[in-house]
């Protein structure tokens, strides 16, 4: 059974870090990627950022490039996003997901990562105030 663990959320002022973590286990495939997903009130779940476990390459919305960084731990099957100058409209709940992936976009993260992904955490709640 896939389980998707995400921790790390809470009540950063603009300008703060985070770093959340996403504790994964029971996926079987060989090839696969994470992603980092959050949904704000009111909006739709966006894409945040992608890691593939093949290489290692990595995917990043335009509005976190630079801010956020995706890294993992095989060892520990954990991906991490440090989060870095947060802003308030980086608020909203964070999500983790993983799915395969394959040929057609090289083992890699494809661009849709969104739509590669089959399992999916609970979510953690990033909240950026003064």
């Known amino acids: 059974q896939v389980q998707l663990v995400e921790s790390g959320g809470g009540l950063v002022q603009p300008g703060g870090s985070l770093r959340l973590s996403c504790a994964a286990s029971?996926?079987?495939?060989?090839?696969?990627?994470i992603g980092w997903f959050r949904q704000a009130p009111g909006k739709e779940r966006e894409g945040v950022s992608c890691?593939?476990?093949?290489?290692?390459?990595?995917r990043y919305a335009d509005s976190v490039k630079g801010r956020f960084t995706i890294s993992r731990d095989n060892a520990k099957s954990t991906v991490y996003l440090q989060m870095n100058s947060l802003k308030p409209e980086d608020t909203a709940v964070y999500y983790c997901?993983?799915?395969?992936?394959?040929?057609?976009?090289?083992?890699?993260?494809?661009?849709?990562?969104?739509?590669?992904?089959?399992?999916w955490g609970k979510g953690t709640l990033v909240t950026v105030s003064s």
């Open positions: 029971g996926f079987t495939r060989d090839y696969y990627a």
């Open positions: 997901a993983t799915g395969p992936v394959d040929r057609d976009s090289d083992y890699r993260c494809p661009q849709r990562y969104y739509n590669a992904m089959r399992y």
């Open positions: 890691i593939a476990n093949t290489d290692g390459s990595t």
